[in-house]
């Protein structure tokens, strides 16, 4: 579950479980507010043409009318809807966002089933300006 720049770490995931051959399941909802925001698009839908165990979902929440895009923000329903798996000892999701969307992912999925550290993880993007690293 990746939104906006999150999807940098998650894409690195991604692409080491799928070169190593590990015969892993992955999916990928992808959330931007709208399409011109969507970073690495033809980096992500090449990984998954050339491995038909990467399933890709986009999603916009500020953007409407495209083919092939789901609307709205993540939410369980969503989650159903693009078949990701149900909570099992075999599943792991990973959330990769904002702060808030973080929170949001973890709020969500241990509402339904899943363990925080069993189940899923955040990975938090950590942003140090340019001025706050020289000591400004």
């Given amino acids: 579950l990746a939104a906006g720049t999150g999807i940098t770490p998650l894409f690195a995931i991604a692409q080491a479980a799928l070169m190593a051959k590990d015969d892993l399941d992955i999916h990928l909802l992808f959330s931007n507010k709208v399409k011109d925001d969507i970073i690495m698009k033809k980096d992500i839908d090449e990984l998954a043409?050339?491995?038909?165990?990467?399933?890709?979902?986009?999603?916009?929440?500020?953007?409407?009318?495209?083919?092939?895009?789901?609307?709205?923000?993540?939410?369980?329903?969503?989650l159903k809807s693009a078949e990701f798996p149900m909570p099992a000892d075999d599943v792991f999701y990973i959330a990769c966002g904002t702060p808030d969307f973080n929170k949001s992912m973890a709020a969500m999925l241990g509402k339904n089933g899943f363990e925080q550290g069993n189940h899923y993880i955040e990975i938090k993007i950590e942003i140090l300006s340019i001025a706050g690293f020289w000591g400004f």
Avoid at 52 to 62: E, G, I
Avoid at 70 to 78: Q, T
């Fill in 49 to 78: 043409a050339a491995h038909p165990n990467f399933k890709v979902h986009y999603t916009l929440s500020r953007e409407h009318k495209l083919i092939d895009i789901k609307y709205g923000r993540i939410d369980w329903k969503m």
